[in-house]
Each structure stands twice: as C-alpha cells, then as structure tokens.
C-alpha cells in the first residue's frame, strides 16, 4: 500500500449499526466524502457488516478496517477473528488495544505486541491506540504511560513493520466524555511520541509516522486539534456515527492541511 494522504480520518463505529445500517452511512459517507487526494478516511464497523461496507466503498477509495483481531491463525478460539479472515472480508486495516478492549476485556501490552505481528504478518496495518487514564495524568504519569505501552507493545517491531503502523493517541478521560484534550495536551503527548520514534528507529522514520489524536472529537474542536504540528489525523468514535458529522471532521482536517 501507498503512503497514506494526511490526514487520515477513522471512524471507529463501536457496537453500533446493523449490517443495513452500516451500508446506509457507508453510502451517505461515499456520497459525500472529500477526492481521496485531500483525506485518507478509513471506516472501522463491527465485524458483521465488513463485508457490506467494503463492497460500499468500492472504487471510492475510502478503505476499511477491523475493530480488533486475534493472534491465532486459526484454531479452537470461539468466538475471536483472525488477521486471515478479516483481510478476506475487506480490511487493510485493524485496530489493536483500544483503550475499551484493554479496560473491559483484559487486554494488555504484552497482548498488543502478539496481535500487532499477527497483523502484519498478514498485511494488515494495525491503529495501535495508547492513551493515560485520568489518574495517570493527576499523577503527572502520562507520558511514562505512553513511553511504556510504545516500548512494550511496538518498539520490538522492525523498522520496516513500525512503518505501517499508525499510532492512536487516546485519552481515557477524553473517550465518549465530550472533553476532549486540548490542543495544547494532545500536541505535547503527539510531540513526545515523536521523539520517542525518532529515538528507537530515527528521524526519518519519525517524520513519516501517522500519529492520530482520539477522544471526543467533534466538528467543532477538529480545526484546532488538527493545527498542532504532530496531529496527523483523528481517530472518531461517537462522532462517526452519522455521515454528516464525520465528513465535517474530515473536511476541517484538510482545510487546516492547506496551509
Ligand atoms: P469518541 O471515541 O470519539 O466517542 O470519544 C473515540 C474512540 O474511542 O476511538
């Protein structure tokens, strides 16, 4: 795959949508989505509607991607989906440890690390998502955090497998809460993460990594949050649930790209 046009976009649809319902706002987004030369968007729906979104954005250019994946290529594992059957169904995407996944269902570094290769292993091109919770940051830990959720879930990756990751940041208070971080906090965690590459891989790759920005994104906060220097993009959850909604995110991200 090509490299991605900045910014890249994500809608992260959650538990959300019904297959019919899922081609609906996949149409309602390919109707009105901005050229592919001005935005990457990517659409993340529930599993059980991959294959209808995907057959949707046929020939649109907006690509598709899974929510999450198991290490396993196959197996007795019910119930989980593996990188193999979600790059059948349509993905070239997949995101890996969100920060619902790690709170709900146990999900840790050392996991991340496992589905990360299994991904790419396959081609896939994971959306890592780290992010401090409220606690971490009253305890001035958030950047520790980060440092140890990069270090132990993606810096044993080769450089040429790093390249094809895309990195989330997401604030746990900021997740479904309508408070986002500011401008301010998410560039000096975006800014930081940076250097942290740069440290383990290099400049160059540094300077060529996606870095997202997640967390009660909205059309109103997208211009200001996508001006920092390190936002690459956005990864959107409540707000990516209606078409109109989720392009005017987009449309302000490239607006603030042209200069
Ligand atoms: P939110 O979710 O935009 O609803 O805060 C973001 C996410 O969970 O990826």
Redesign the pocket.
Known sequence: MKDLVRPVV?G?W?MYKTISEARNLAAEVVKQAPAPSLATIILIPPFTAIQEVKKTVSKSGILVGGQDLFWEEEGAFTGEISAIQLREAGCDFV?VG???RRQFFGETDEMVRKKVQAARQHELRPIV?IGENLEDRKNGQTLNKIKSQLENGLFNLPEEEFRMVIL?Y?PIW?????Q?ATPEQAEEVHNYIRQLIASRYGKNVSACAIILY?????PANAFSLIKEKDVDG???????LKAESFLEIVREASRSKEG
């Open positions: 994500a992260n959650k995101l969100h920060s619902e998502c989330a997401e900021a997740i479904g809460t309508g986002n997640g967390g009660s994104v909205k956005f990864l959107v959850g409540g707000a990516s």
